[in-house]
């Protein structure tokens, strides 16, 4: 069974940081593109970050742009979202989402419409 869990979400003060993971059981990400998404109460979801299944290239959203890095660990099958710089407006609901399997290469999308597997999500607040 192909599952995703995201830990690490909490809460922090502005300017703070936080590190998700998001854990794959069942299947290797290897072959698997990763996003990141996010959703605030009464918004859409939204693209956050995403990390292709080969070559490591990687997108960002403007917004999160020289503040947030995305990184996987295939050894321990694991993708991570290093969020640094954190606004009030970063608050959502995290979710780490996949993509494939890819064969090929291909770079990643941050629309959310072209996953296949998510997890439960994980909450971000960032207040004072």
């Known amino acids: 069974q192909l599952q995703l869990v995201e830990s690490g979400g909490g809460l922090v003060q502005p300017g703070g940081s936080l590190r998700l993971s998001c854990a794959a059981s069942g299947f290797t990400l290897d072959y698997y593109a990763i996003g990141w998404f996010r959703q605030a109460p009464g918004k859409e979801r939204e693209g956050v970050s995403c990390i292709s299944s080969s070559r490591g290239s990687t997108n960002y959203a403007d917004s999160v742009k020289g503040r947030f890095t995305i990184s996987r660990d295939n050894a321990k099958n694991t993708v991570y979202l290093q969020m640094n710089s954190l606004k009030p407006e970063d608050t959502a609901v995290y979710y780490c989402?996949?993509?494939?399997?890819?064969?090929?290469?291909?770079?990643?999308?941050?629309?959310?419409?072209?996953?296949?597997?998510w997890g439960q999500g994980t909450q971000v607040t960032v207040s004072s």
């Open positions: 989402a996949a993509q494939g399997p890819l064969l090929l290469f291909r770079l990643c999308t941050l629309n959310y419409g072209e996953y296949d597997y």
